[in-house]
Every structure is written in structure tokens, then in C-alpha cells.
């Protein structure tokens, strides 16, 4: 099934150049802890970027799905590029993770998924999502989320100060319609997702069956920035959070 990214191909990796971006692994470290010889999976793997920095930070083995057949192509490129440790470790396959399926290698003791929950444009198609994370976890096992800071409205854009632009285009019962612009090079990037209510989250986590919920906000990158002001903006208004929850036991 032909999605947008079959569109935007490999410029999607660009992304992680913005400023924006290189908040997201300081604040999934602070979450991660000792992934040593766990088994996991990566919804929504794109190019396969958290693929390769879950395989580097110890994990047994990381299958990599994503509904773009073009996504999955070119992360299977990229991961020829990678030491031989991290490529045996590796597998990308194309699915839809909005359901309940069977993914090879699972059920899995981490679920990890990096802006995937921001792709349901209602609640229905949210809890779909959940049960698929519930359905390919382990009894005990994690699951960790890159998603929307569902803590403020998204009535009004956010603006291109740390590379990418948000703006609403439409209300939706559960939430927004949101039309992102990423200012990469050498041309920008375009595509829409959905802003969510915290209790379409909440409500739709808590119907799969998962349990401990937790936002865990964001952490800054520990570098010179800090020090001078340059995040003040994006502390008023985070683009982001990290949500963890787990199957029990």
C-alpha cells in the first residue's frame, strides 16, 4: 500500500540532522536502561535509525517493520553499511503495524516505537496500535514511544525555530490534523500526522491491556547549547515525549 513515505524516500534521514531531533536520543537513553541480549522490535522502523541504535546499544537481535515498502528498501541498504555485529543482529520486513499481526522473532521483551502513535488519525485506529505493541510483547516485557508532547494544545503552530514547522490543518474529534514542514537539505520535507489527546493514549494503552503508563517528557542534548539560552523557546513548548507502558506479567 503506497504511503507518503514512498514519497519522501531516504530525505527522511535529514531529519535527524535538525535541531529538533537531537533531543531524541539523550531522552531515550534516560529511559532505556540494559537492553544487553533483549530481543526487539522496532514499529515503524523508517530508515532504520533506532534499529541500529538499539543494536549498538546491546540488544540480542532488533527486527525493523514499517508499512513503506521504500522505507524498508532503503533501510535494508543502509544496514549493509553497518559492522557485521549489527548486520547478523538485523532484520527489516514490510507490514502494517496498526494491527494485531505476528512479526518474526516475537513476541519481543522491548517494543520501540519512534513517532508511530502520531500516525492514528482517531482513536479507533490508535487502539489498533496498541493492541499490535501488546499483541508482539513478551509477559513483562517494555515498550518505549518517541511521540507528540500531549501535554499542550496543538490549536496553533509551532514554529521552525529548531528546523521543522507544525501547523494544524484540521480538527479532528480526537484531536488535530497536523501538516509538518522539516527544513532539510537540499529541499524541505512535508507530511501529515495526528496531535492526540493524552486520554486518547491513555484510554487506548490502558484498553490493550498494557499497564504503567508513564510520560516521561524529554531531556536536552548536554552539549554548549544548554548553557546559552538556545532551548528556552523549545522548554515553553516541547515537540515531543517519550510514553513507556509494558505487558504484564
Known amino acids: 500500500m503506497p504511503t507518503q513515505y514512498d514519497t519522501i524516500g531516504t530525505r527522511y534521514a535529514s531529519m535527524k540532522e535538525l535541531p529538533a531531533a537531537s533531543v531524541e536520543k539523550p ?20 530508515l532504520g535509525y533506532w534499529t541500529h541504535h538499539l543494536l549498538s546499544a546491546g ?20 544496514s549493509a553499511t553497518w559492522p557485521a555485529s549489527l548486520q547478523n543482529r538485523s532484520h527489516f520486513i514490510t507490514a502494517d503495524c496498526s494491527q494485531p ?3 518474526p522473532g516475537g513476541p519481543f521483551d522491548l517494543v520501540f516505537a519512534g513517532w508511530f502513535l502520531n500516525y492514528a488519525g482517531t482513536y479507533e485506529e490508535q487502539l489498533g496500535m496498541w493492541r499490535n505493541i501488546h499483541h508482539n ?3 513483562g516485557g517494555r515498550f518505549i514511544g518517541i511521540t507528540v508532547n500531549v501535554h499542550q494544545p496543538h490549536d496553533t503552530p509551532i514554529d521552525d525555530r529548531y528546523g521543522i514547522l ?7 474529534r480526537d484531536g488535530h490534523k497536523i501538516r509538518l514542514t522539516a527544513y532539510t537539505h537540499p529541499e524541505r520535507v512535508v507530511f501529515e500526522n495526528y496531535h492526540l489527546s493524552k486520554e486518547v493514549h491513555e484510554h487506548g494503552a490502558a484498553t490493550a491491556g498494557l499497564e504503567d503508563l508513564k510520560w516521561n517528557g ?8 544548554r548553557e546559552t539560552g538556545y532551548w528556552d523557546i523549545f522548554e515553553k513548548r516541547p515537540m515531543l515525549e517519550v510514553v513507556t507502558a509494558r505487558r504484564p506479567t
Open 27 to 46: 531522552s531515550i537513553s534516560a529511559v532505556l536502561g540494559n537492553i544487553d541480549q533483549l530481543h526487539c522490535l522496532d514499529l515503524a522502523c523508517g
Open 218 to 225: 524529554h531531556v536536552l542534548p548536554d552539549d554548549e547549547r
Open 101 to 103: 499481526t505476528d512479526l
Open 166 to 172: 507544525t501547523e494544524p490543518i484540521a480538527k479532528v
Open 59 to 78: 540488544a540480542a537481535s532488533v527486527t525493523g517493520v514499517d508499512i513503506s515498502e521504500t522505507m524498508i528498501s532503503a533501510a535494508t541498504k543502509a
Open 137 to 139: 510483547l513478551k509477559p
